[in-house]
């Protein structure tokens, strides 16, 4: 454990202040200390509710000759501070009171251990009950004792104090009061921790000043950090003609050049002007059968040309679109349909008795029109422009997304949102009238939108790419060469497929953009190193927001952090890191990331319930302005630039210790023997433990070979609570029909893959030890081969496993052995080395009532 500090102080005018303040009010200099070390994690972790350990003497003036007693006496128990909510009002002076009362309430606990304190909290077994340790450096002195002394002062030598927190605040008291951070290097960085003594700081002076207040007035982020992290990150704003609706913006190219190809897909391939013909037909179709303004129309057809036709002509009139992916359950098809109220069904020829069977599963009253591509075509129909042109706030689509109730949910995205996505890439990546871009996602997928209806907006052609391409590394590295195309946007598995494969001459594709999930940075420096010709753009959007908001331009130095950043906000949206009362976070701090701006989204189809929690009223924006917040925990660098951490659903903590598994997964993809890999948390007989999902590189012969090397290569770099308990090698990772990773179909771990080949015990000591371990560790048997640590034990496990162990053989057992010497076989060998010494009985009574304790962590 390598230690850092950080130190500051307030000038002995603010020190002069705060003392006077206290004693006015009847509080302390330590207590409003503590205030501001709980707004800090207030600030720093978003939660309104914190736990932080604090130091107490243990020598109480009351007791008779407590000042003349040589000896440690100090504990450390846990403050819980809670803030008041938005809707409760409180002032500074009353929760400053209120936190006094607080620690006197705790005098009374104050020699109480804190497995004790743990065995009575409501937090889960295993948990700490805080990550920070706060000290006040005051020790209470008897007054008859300073009667007697001219001075007395207690000063720090060194000033550093080491515990075995992540964190430690120090405060030392004087004119001017000393602030203090001692921080565990593993966890925090120097400019992390400089970031957050600043805000421990401004803090506590922010309660000076605003003593006499609210709290809902406190200025918990400084005004210049506010401007910087609302105005100075969001410069998006860029003039589009959204005042236009798409169909006047492709009219506009057909008229410009009408023979150019707009879209091809193998061997087919229609001009503008064919294509404008094919939609415009469709458009009067829709119109003469009722379909109007911010109706959605369902379209049920493969990838190809005839399905951008019946997109554009929906549009045509009026209308929105809803895209079927014929690949789909038919149950959840119907289901969409039925959900979505579209009046009207737009299937080719291909999928007519689908289409008809779809509608029939419906009620007789709720069966939308059923109209076929190509009968359309064949008619009468007319092939002039329709004339009838959407406004901004008109319906463009609705895509349905999976819910986390299980229920697919529609998302609906406006005109205005939808036009600005794909304008906004114009001039990011130069696209122009020569590109040639890659249609190769399910239309049910939102990147699909893009890559359907970009090209046709600045007369560049979209290639729509065959699923038995697209899906195919081989296959599509031949296809983007033979079909010149200039962009490819494909989701990070895919993209590790294409780095498998020799590399390919690809002179025509300039830009390649990932998407759908978080890209690994190892990922993405294979691809720079394969490719640098090629632009790496990491591209973050939610369906609910129009697709992409966030763009960042990747190079080298970027693919060195754990997490890849995804940028900054893309022209006309703005994204703010905010807690869970939507509050702004600081620099530095993990925040859930909300999107305001043109591309927000209208919520989800007839789904109030749904949309109300996720699609707020902006807290900084003008009146009426919406915000949506995603889900998604991210970081803001002091550039601005933003990087992706996680869900907000799947925060990790294992064994007390909140765990980013980016990083995890970064170590991982390091090792030139990993190719792919994902990091969970899982259920285990002890808790919650990691699993490490793997695809090799190649073929391995031994894998147990291959996981104790996997295993020496993350222990070499990260703590011991970080390296999974389970290395699971699969052949490859399993995927949804979107191309993402499919959580539910990863199998579940193997707890003897942790296992060594089972070895019997041979002496009786190594039977008792295995014993032991099999009904600590809940494994079915233990060999005397198998590794304690690699199994899932840890440290308060060892200490169960000693106090057995010396109930048992009735002999003393080092603690230290059990690290030392970790498998049954070592440790029975190193017992018997060390003689018959027999336990203490009064030693092992107090070990007996110690684990008593442990056990109830």
Same mark, same amino acid.
Not at 37 to 48: I, P, V, Y
Not at 678 to 685: E, M, W
């Given at each position: 454990m390598v230690v850092g500090d950080c130190y500051t102080r307030l000038d002995e005018r603010d020190g002069?202040? @705060?003392?006077?303040?206290?004693?006015?009010?009847?509080?302390?200099?330590?207590?409003?200390?503590?205030?501001?070390?709980? =707004?800090?994690?207030?600030? %720093?972790?978003?939660?309104?509710? /914190? /736990?932080?350990?604090?130091?107490?003497?243990?020598?109480?003036?009351?007791?008779?000759? %407590?000042?003349?007693?040589?000896g440690l006496f100090i504990n450390t128990i846990a403050l819980r501070v809670g803030m008041p909510g938005?809707?409760?009002?409180?002032?500074?002076?009353?929760?400053?009171?209120? @936190? =006094?009362?607080?620690?006197?309430?705790?005098?009374?606990y104050e020699y109480l251990p804190l497995v004790t304190i743990q065995e009575n909290s409501e937090l889960p077994k295993g948990q700490p009950l805080f990550d920070s340790l706060f000290v006040f450096e005051n020790a209470p002195v008897e007054v008859s004792v300073l009667d007697r002394a001219q001075s007395l002062n207690a000063t720090s030598d060194s000033g550093r104090t080491h515990t075995n927190y992540p964190l430690t605040a120090v405060c030392y008291p004087g004119d001017d009061l000393g602030?203090?951070?001692?921080?565990?290097?593993r966890y925090f960085d120097e400019?992390?921790?400089?970031? %957050?003594?600043?805000?421990?700081?401004?803090?506590?002076?922010?309660?000076?000043?605003?003593?006499?207040?609210? %709290?809902?007035? @406190?200025?918990?982020?400084?005004?210049?950090?506010r401007t910087f992290l609302i105005e100075g990150c969001n410069q998006s704003e860029h003039a589009y003609p959204l005042d236009k609706s798409y169909v006047e913006l492709f009219e506009a190219q057909v008229a410009a050049h009408p023979q150019r190809i707009a879209v091809s897909c193998l061997d087919r391939q229609l001009s503008y002007a064919e294509l404008n013909i094919a939609s415009n037909r469709l458009g009067h179709a829709l119109i003469e059968a009722g379909v109007s303004f911010d109706q959605p129309v369902a379209l049920l057809a493969e990838r190809g040309v005839e399905l951008l036709g019946m997109i554009i002509g929906s549009f045509k009139a009026g209308g929105g679109y809803l895209p079927l992916d014929p690949a789909l359950p038919d149950s959840r098809l119907s289901g969409i349909i039925g959900q979505s109220g579209t009046p009207l069904l737009v299937c080719s020829a291909q999928y007519l008795e689908q289409g008809r069977a779809l509608l029939e599963a419906l009620p007789e009253s709720a069966r939308p029109q059923l109209l076929v591509w190509e009968t359309v075509q064949q008619s009468e129909s007319a092939q002039h422009n329709p004339g009838r042109y959407s406004a901004p706030d008109n319906l463009a689509y609705v895509i349905f997304t999976s819910g986390s109730t299980g229920l697919p949910k529609g998302v609906m995205v406006e005109q205005r949102g939808m036009l600005n996505n794909q304008l906004s890439k114009v001039p990011y990546l130069s696209l122009s009238e020569r590109d040639v871009i890659a249609q190769t996602a399910s239309q049910s997928f939102d990147i699909s939108v893009w890559q359907f209806l970009a090209a046709p907006l600045f007369g560049a052609r979209v290639d729509i790419v065959p699923n038995d391409i697209a899906r195919d590394p081989q296959a599509l590295l031949a296809h983007v060469q033979a079909q010149h195309i200039s962009v490819l946007e494909s989701v990070p598995s895919l993209i590790t497929g294409l780095l498998a494969e020799q590399q390919a001459t690809l002179d025509s594709l300039r830009w390649m953009l990932p998407t759908g999930e978080a890209m690994p940075p190892e990922l993405a420096s294979q691809w720079l190193q394969r490719y640098p010709q090629i632009g790496l753009v990491n591209a973050y959007g939610p369906a609910e927001c129009s697709d992409d908001v966030a763009f960042f331009r990747v190079d080298a130095a970027s693919t060195r952090s754990a997490y890849l950043p995804i940028g900054s906000p893309t022209d006309n949206n703005r994204l703010y890191l905010l807690d869970d009362a939507l509050d702004l976070v600081p620099l530095g701090a993990v925040g859930e990331l909300c999107v305001a701006g043109a591309g927000v989204g209208r919520g989800y189809v007839a789904d109030p319930s749904r949309s109300v929690p996720v699609f707020v009223p902006h807290p900084f924006g003008a009146p009426g302005e919406r915000l949506y917040r995603t889900g998604d925990l991210a970081r803001?660098?002091?550039?601005?630039?933003?990087?992706? /951490?996680?869900?907000?659903?799947?925060? /990790?903590?294992?064994?007390?210790?909140?765990?980013? @598994?980016?990083?995890?997964?970064?170590?991982?993809l390091e090792h030139s023997a990993i190719r792919e890999t994902?990091?969970?948390?899982?259920?285990?007989?002890l808790g919650k433990v990691l699993a490490a999902y793997l695809v090799p590189s190649a073929a391995t012969q031994d894998p147990d070979a291959l996981r104790d090397e996997l295993k020496n290569h993350l222990k070499a770099s990260l703590p011991d609570y970080m390296v999974p308990a389970h290395l699971v090698l699969l052949e490859a990772m399993p995927l949804t029909p979107n191309g993402k990773l499919d959580r539910k179909a990863l199998p579940a771990p193997d707890v003897s893959q942790a296992q060594q080949e089972y070895l019997a015990p041979q002496t009786e000591m190594e039977q008792q030890l295995a014993t032991i371990w099999a009904d600590v560790l809940k494994v079915e048997r233990v060999g005397i081969t198998d590794n304690f640590f690699e199994l899932g034990g840890h440290s308060l496990l060892a200490t169960q496993v000693v106090t057995r162990a010396q109930k048992l053989l009735q002999r003393n057992v080092p603690l230290r052995a059990m690290f030392e010497f970790n498998t049954v076989q070592a440790l029975a060998e190193h017992l018997q080395s060390l003689g018959g010494a027999q336990v203490d009985e009064q030693k092992f009574d107090r070990l007996a009532d110690l684990m008593a304790e442990l056990e109830g962590l």
């Open positions: 002069a202040r @705060l003392r006077e303040l206290a004693q006015q009010h009847q509080l302390t200099v330590n207590t409003f200390a503590q205030a501001a070390w709980a =707004l800090t994690l207030r600030r %720093m972790s978003g939660d309104r509710d /914190v /736990v932080f350990g604090v130091t107490v003497a243990g020598r109480p003036v009351e007791l008779p000759q %407590m000042q003349r007693t040589v938005d809707d409760q009002r409180c002032s500074v002076r009353q929760w400053l009171s209120q @936190l =006094l009362d607080s620690n006197m309430q705790l005098r009374e602030l203090h951070l001692s921080y565990d290097q400019s992390t921790v400089q970031n %957050m003594l600043g805000e421990f700081k401004r803090l506590l002076l922010a309660l000076i000043e605003g003593f006499h207040g609210d %709290m809902s007035e @406190l200025a918990l982020v400084s005004e210049q950090e803001r660098r002091k550039d601005g630039v933003l990087e992706y /951490v996680g869900r907000v659903d799947h925060q /990790v903590k294992i064994r007390g210790y909140r765990i980013e @598994l980016g990083e995890i997964e970064t170590r991982l994902v990091v969970l948390d899982v259920d285990g007989p």
